[in-house]
């Protein structure tokens, strides 16, 4: 699967649920979460601007939902990392502090706003996760998967804003590089620098 289809799928609202969800097709949802990414791709990443790339694309992607619901399922403070090579496999990593509760929500909106990710996941665990963000830098990691990133300076050392892209991942996007960006997982290992990277906000539902 191209990472173009794959953006695709990752933000659809008409899957096929997994024997695991508590929810059926017909819930009413909506959410909107911060997002943070590197990838290995080249700056700008064309994936997210539409256009296919036929390079491997490993990625990790931080995921903050900052206000939302499932029915009447509050999805207010759910963090994760989806750790991935695009088309092929994810890797999970839940925010250990939620309690068993916002753990559940996890559980029943990540099939319906993520299926992308949660179809192809190898692995969906609860972990240690640590997000901190100083003067544009954005640090997040998870005992296998570290990323540090900063903004690429736009004219006069600015902010490089891009609006109109084609998917609801990518609302109020802004450019980034990776400083850092590494995994080491059971399978797949790799590391990257001055990578793509970007920050967003995610707008999606299920109307």
């Not at 659809?12 to 990414?37: C, H």
């Not at 939902?65 to 088309?87: A, P």
């Not at 972990?127 to 901190?132: D, E, H, N």
Request: hydrophobic share 30%.
């Amino acid at each position: 699967m191209k990472r173009r289809e794959f953006n695709k799928a990752i933000a659809t609202t008409t899957v096929i649920l997994p024997f695991f969800s508590k929810v059926n097709a017909n819930s009413a949802w909506s959410l909107e979460a911060n997002l943070a990414e590197c990838c290995s791709c080249e700056i700008p990443c064309p994936c997210n601007f539409g256009r296919a790339t036929t390079k491997r694309c490993d990625g990790s992607r931080l995921i903050e939902i900052y206000k939302g619901n499932l029915d009447d399922i509050d999805l207010t403070g759910i963090r994760f990392v989806v750790t991935f090579e695009m088309g092929k496999w994810s890797r999970i990593y839940v925010d250990n502090k939620l309690d068993e509760k916002k753990y559940d929500a996890f559980d029943s909106i990540l099939p319906l706003a993520f299926s992308g990710f949660s179809q192809q996941a190898q692995s969906i665990k609860k972990t240690p996760l640590s997000v901190t963000r100083e003067n544009n830098r954005i640090k997040f990691s998870t005992p296998e998967s570290q990323v540090e990133m900063q903004p690429l300076s736009g004219m006069d050392g600015g902010l490089i804003s891009v609006s109109g892209l084609p998917y609801n991942s990518f609302y109020d996007y802004v450019q980034y590089e990776s400083i850092t960006h590494s995994h080491k997982g059971p399978k797949h290992e790799w590391s990257h620098k001055g990578t793509n990277g970007f920050t967003s906000r995610m707008i999606t539902s299920s109307n």
